[in-house]
Structures are given as C-alpha cells and as structure tokens.
C-alpha cells in the first residue's frame, strides 16, 4: 500500500514539473516572439528614419545645386546685357539669403524625437558620448555649446540643421581648389616684376592690418563693457584673431571686371598678387594667435616669451607649408618629365590632380597650413610641371581647376547668405558690428597708404594716388575670411565675430564690389590694356623718352632668374639649355642623366614663359635660332643671319622687328629688358630683319 502511493505521488510530481517546463518554455517563446517583434520594428523603424534622412539630405543638397544654376544663368543674363554692377558672387549671396529666409520662415520639419536633458558634472566636454538607454548603448557626439539661457529654445527645425555644413567641409574640400587655382593661374611675368612690393602689402600690410584691427576692437570691447553690452568673455588675443581673419582680403569681385576691362597690369597684378599671399599669411598668422599660450593660470596676459613663441610658430609654419608645398610641386615635375604619362593623358591629368590636392591634407596632418602649401604648389606645378605635360593634359588641367575654382567659390558665397538666417548661434552686436567696420576700414587704410608711399622711395615706375585709392576700395573679404570665423563658432566671442564677418563680407562684395566700374572712372584708370603686352615698355617718342622704362628689375630677381633658367628648368622640365652646358665638365655624367632628349631637341632657342630676361650692363648678345641681335655699350645694334652677316640697324626698325607678339625689346641705358612668353614661338625668321 505504501508502495502505491510513493508511485503514484512520484507521478503527480512529475506531472506537475512537465507543466511548469511547459508553462515555463512558452513565456520563453512569447517572450522571444515580443522581443523579435520589438526588435524587428525597431529595424522598420531605423530603416524608415535612415531612408528619411536620405531623402532630406539630397533635398538640402539640390537646394544648393539649384543655387549654383540658378547663379549662372543669371550670370549668362548679366554678361550677355553687360550689367557689371553685381558680380557672380554677390548675386550667389543674394540667392542665399533668399533661400536662408524661406528656410527660416516657410519651412519647418520639426524632429521626431524629443530633448531630454540629464545633468553631470565632468571637467571637460566629450566628443563622443555613450549613452546607456535601457541596456541598450548609443553613441552621440558633440555639436556645440548651447547658452544656458536658451536650452528650452533649441532650434528643432530639421531642415535648418541639415544646411549646415561641417566647417572641414570648407577647409578640406571646397578651399583648395580656389587656393591652388590661384597659384596655377598667376600671371608670373608681372607678378614677379612687382614682387618687392608685393611681399610688402602681403606681409606688412597684412601685419600693420591685424594689429590695427585688433587694437581698435580692444577698445571697442572695452567700451562695450563698461557700457553692459557684453555677455561673455572678450580678450584681447580673441580682437586680433578677428583683425587676422578679417585682413584676408578676397578681391575676386574687383579682379573679375579688371580682366574684363582689361585695367593696367600694374594695379592688376599688385592686388591680385596682395590677396594670393594675403590669405596665406592670415591663415598662418591667426594660428599663431591661436597657439599665444604664456605661462600661469591666465592664459591672456601679456608675455614676451609667448609672444616671441609665436612668432616663432609663424615663420616656422609659413615656412614649412612652403616648403612642402615646393616639394610636392617638384616631386610631380620630376614624375612627369621621367615617366611615359604624356602618352596616357587620362592617367597624367589623374596625377597631377591627386598629387596637387593631396598637397594641401599633407600639410594640415603635418602640422602646417595647408593653404600656404596648395598655394606654393600650383605656383611650383605652373612653373615647373607644366612645361612637361602634354597638350591635353596642359588644357584639362587649366579647364578642370578654373571649374572646381568657380564652383567651390559661388557654392561658397551662397552658403555665406544661407548662413544669414540657418546659423543658429548668431550674436550680433550694434556697438560691435559699427565698430569692426570702422576697423576694418582703418587697417586697410593703414596697409596702403603708409607702404605705398615708403614703396615709391625706392620704385621707378610709382604706385600712383589713383592706384593707391583703387587698392584701398578693392579690399573686399570673401571665401578665406568667412572660411576661417566659420572653423570655430563654439564660445560666445566666436559667435560674434562670425555674424559680424558675414555683414563685412557682405557690405564689401555688395558695395565695393557693385561700384568698382564707378571706382575707376572716378580715379580715371586707364582700361583696355592688353595683359599680354609688357607694360613696362613707354610709349615710342623721340630722343630719350624711347630709352626710359617704367620698371627696373632687382638684383635679385636677376640672381635668381639666372638659376633657374640655367639649372632648375633644365633639371625639372624639358626647357632651358642642356646641363651639359651649364654645369662643370666634372659634373659630366649627372648632366647627361638628367637632361631629357628634348632638351638638345630645343637647344639653341630662347624660351621662357613667365619672366623678363636681364640682360647686364656691357655688351650684349640675344640669339633668335640664327638671328644674333646685339648691342655694345655705345648702344650700337647689330644683327646677324646664319652666315655671320652683320648690318646696323635703326633704332625705328629694331623696335618694330623685335616688339613681334611679345618679345618688346626696351632700352634702359645699356640695360635691356626682354620679356618672353612660352605661348609663342621664338623669333626664327631672318627674312623679317632688314639688313
């Protein structure tokens, strides 16, 4: 009886184990079965959300595509009824700001989360963030300081927070073009003439301007504060930062009417050649600013050591950006001159982009700026490299960075009009904004005026009053300036300096620009020049004004022509004379490795493509294929053809024969002025000489 009942207990709880293993596996299955259903519309859900952001991200980019066509045909309008009074830029901006307040004010697309804001205290704040969310961990990163006193006013438009860029965006994609296009389409004959003067608006005047700048916004903080219009930290080292970034000048409204009016090379060549360097040195002079740390806890007093410091960081920066920027240019002309890649156009024109826009993220992950670097390289690839390319790849080359140029600076200038109304931090400031222009008007007033005047001491040929005027109205800020405030919006200073840029930008392209046609009828600028021409040569009138110049060419430009022409372009290009005959007998072996084949095909013709050719005091010899035209110090001149026939020549028929496209031949004493283009052929005809 015993027995029956162990058994028939053993069985109950048997029973009773199967059911809560059943009990116990189908709240496992539903819970599984829940959970995979949570999962899968959690899946639904983020793919949903990924294919929305897709969307509304194509949306903000063909909004800016439609900017830029948009421009242009507005631009076809304006070239084909001859409107001068607007620039392609200036009009990209009005399309911005036009874009910016519908975006503002017409549209909204509120996010579909909500803001929840949690406390902790950390020391500093992360750029990333990971977030434990019901076991579940997410990662954020950081967008940027919010005022405490608007964290209920986040600005939840979607669409706002998807128009702005990144501003690396800028720095690493959309500024190099427009910087080594520059460098690659400088003009180096005039560049070069004016170069002392130059290298004094650029550096000087960049410097005398900052500190300008920097000094009369000091004041101006100061005021603001004793006044209570000041919300946040403002030190002096923040008012120079801002007298660098607003000293870029980016005159590329004023430089686009001179080409079409053809203005005097001279002004030309002195502002465009001022805001190739100017924005160099802004760029490498506001890091230094940047990197102003003395010792002890505050971190803005005034130190000698600092300061000294970072004038050191100033040169040391400019100087290696140049240099790499010189090695990268010359790495590719030794590729190109060394390689079969003119046979394979598609795969030289590659290389040469690669290796040039490569130059610029080579000297930012160095350390450098890469804008001083891609500048020197294009300057370095025109020089240099292009002499090797084929004639395709000469062509692709110019057409392919003068569109990028073009579309990066209008995409560049809408984006500054969108940014009027989608930035969502702007501080603008009265006192501050009246203030900066006073400023900015003042510095640039300071650069001029005062090196103009020391300039004329030592030139020849003045920078006259007109010029001066001109140079101080085309002041314009643009792309570089905007590029540089927009980097760092993160503190309240930032904040206001950004929305104070965009106005000066704007006023400057808007007015400045708008009225330069008015600017140089006003100061009576003589328009119509042709570029091509040296304008270096006076006009052709009798007795001695024939044999007087309007410029004279320092000795170290001679120096250094001589160089270059005998030994850089011979071992770099397949110009210049062979080594063979420029370098010592010893040197022998290395010569012939390094002179390319076409060099003895060209050898015996005069060629060069940017500078003028100096031709030292004493007897002089010019060899034209088989034409020698000479002269002695009497100023005789002679010619002779291939069999050594010489004859005297008139002065009248020496002008005419040798001012042939343009070789201008222009007396300065018994020194002479040659200047050569690679454009054309060389003067090999005897026929056109008259005996």
Known sequence: MGFKLNVSSARRASRTMWLLS??????????????????????????????????QDSADLLIFIMLLTLTILTIWLFKHRRFRFLHETGLAMIYGVLVGVVLRYGIHVPRDISNVTLSCHVNASPATLLINVSGKYYEYTLK?????????????????????????????????????????????????????????YAFLGTLISCFVIGLLMYGCVTLMKQVGQLDGDFFF?????????????????????????????????????????????????????????PQGDNSHTFEVTAVLKSFGVFLGVFSGSFALGVATGIVTALVTKFTKLRDFQLLETALFFLMSWSTFLLAEACGFTGVVAVLFCGITQAHYTFNNLSPESQDRTKQLF?????????????????????????????????????????????????????????????????????????????????????????????????????????????????????????????????????????????????????????????????????????????????????????????????TSPQAYENEGQLKDDDSDLILTDGDINLTYGDITVSTDGSGVHTSGGPAGMTAAMTSEELDRELTCGDHELVMRGTRLVLPMDDSEPPFTDPHRLHM
């Open 144 to 200: 940027g300081e919010i005022n405490a006193n608007k964290v209920d006013e986040v600005q939840d438009n979607e669409m706002l927070r998807k128009v702005t860029f990144d501003p690396e965006v800028f720095f690493n994609i959309l500024l190099p073009p427009i910087i080594f296009h520059a460098g690659y389409s400088l003009k180096r004959r005039h560049f070069f003439r004016n170069m002392g003067s130059i290298l004094a």
């Open 22 to 55: 059943l009990v116990f596996l189908s709240v496992c299955i539903c819970v599984c079965k829940a959970t995979a259903e949570d999962s899968a519309m959690e899946n639904i859900v983020t793919e949903k959300k990924a294919e929305e952001s897709h969307r």
């Open 237 to 293: 080292t923040d008012c120079l930062f801002f007298g660098a970034i607003v000293s870029a000048t980016d005159p590329v409204t004023v430089l686009a009417i001179f080409n079409e009016l053809h203005v005097d090379v001279d002004l030309y060549a002195l502002l465009f050649g001022e805001s190739v360097l100017n924005d160099a040195v802004a760029v490498v002079l506001s890091s230094s600013i940047v990197a102003y740390q």
């Open 402 to 594: 003068e569109l990028l140029n073009f579309l990066a600076e209008n995409f560049i200038f809408s984006y500054m009009g969108l940014a009027l109304f989608t930035f969502q931090n702007h501080v603008f400031n009265p006192t501050f904004i009246v203030g900066a222009f006073l400023a900015v008007f003042l510095g640039r007033a300071a650069n001029i005026y005062p090196l103009s005047f020391l300039l004329n001491l030592g030139r020849r040929n003045k920078i006259r009053s007109n010029f001066q005027h001109m140079m101080m109205f085309a002041g314009l800020r643009g792309a570089m300036t905007f590029a540089l405030s927009i980097r760092d919006t993160a503190t309240y200073a930032r904040q206001m300096m950004f929305s104070t840029t965009l106005l000066v930008v704007f006023f400057t392209v808007w007015v400045c620009g708008g009225g330069t046609t008015q600017m140089l009828s006003c100061q009576r600028i003589r328009v119509g020049v042709d570029s091509d021409q040296d304008n270096s040569q006076m006009s052709l009138s009798e007795g001695s004004e024939r044999r007087s110049t309007k410029h004279e060419s320092a000795w170290l430009f001679r120096i250094w022509y001589n160089f270059d022409h005998n030994y850089l372009k011979p071992i770099l290009t397949h110009s210049g004379p062979p080594l063979t005959t420029t370098l010592p007998a010893c040197c022998g072996p290395l010569a012939r490795c390094l």
